[in-house]
């Protein structure tokens, strides 16, 4: 996303998501469309869970339908002094071929950093489970083998949420 300095419809940006919705929604019906947004909500709640059993995590959003759309996002506890950082483990995400971002919030907000994963369709439970098995292994690792310095955000090369991506620098 990036700023939009009116409310009008321009068409500036591609709308193929919003087409792939509509015929998704055509043709499984309404019944069938609620019934493929239940199951990712499902799975958001499953990864919700397990993330938050995992121990240096807090859940910012557990991917509730009463609250938002199925995705999970979560910070390191406040106080938490596990050696690492958010940064740190979206790197070793990525080297399992998971892109889980880390990023820093707006203005006001800029020291707090927080991960999140958007359940999309076709995201099974199988999927939820691998991601799961992949986050416990890697906080695994970084208790056993913390970095001598962490990664920042430009480091890492993830988004912004200052409308300017961050690089990386490497």
Do not use: C
């Not at 399992?96 to 820093?104: E, I, S, T």
């Amino acid at each position: 996303g990036g700023n939009s300095p009116t409310f009008n419809l321009n068409y500036s940006r591609p709308a193929a998501q919003v087409i792939a919705q509509y015929y998704a929604f055509v043709r499984l019906g309404r019944e069938g469309y609620a019934q493929v947004q239940s199951r990712l909500y499902e799975s958001a709640a499953h990864i919700a869970a397990g993330i938050a059993e995992l121990g240096p995590f807090e859940l910012i959003h557990d991917g509730s339908p009463d609250t938002g759309i199925a995705a999970v996002s979560w910070r390191l506890r406040e106080g938490a002094d596990v050696g690492w950082n958010l940064y740190d483990l979206a790197d070793r995400m990525r080297t399992r071929g998971w892109l889980v971002p880390a990023y820093a919030l707006p203005p006001d907000q800029q020291d707090l950093s927080i991960q999140r994963v958007l359940i999309r369709h076709g995201f099974s439970r199988d999927l939820a489970d691998q991601l799961l098995d992949d986050l416990r292994r890697n906080v695994r690792a970084l208790e056993e083998h913390p970095p001598s310095r962490s990664m920042t955000e430009a480091e890492a090369g993830t988004a912004s949420h200052t409308g300017k991506a961050a690089r990386s620098h490497g």
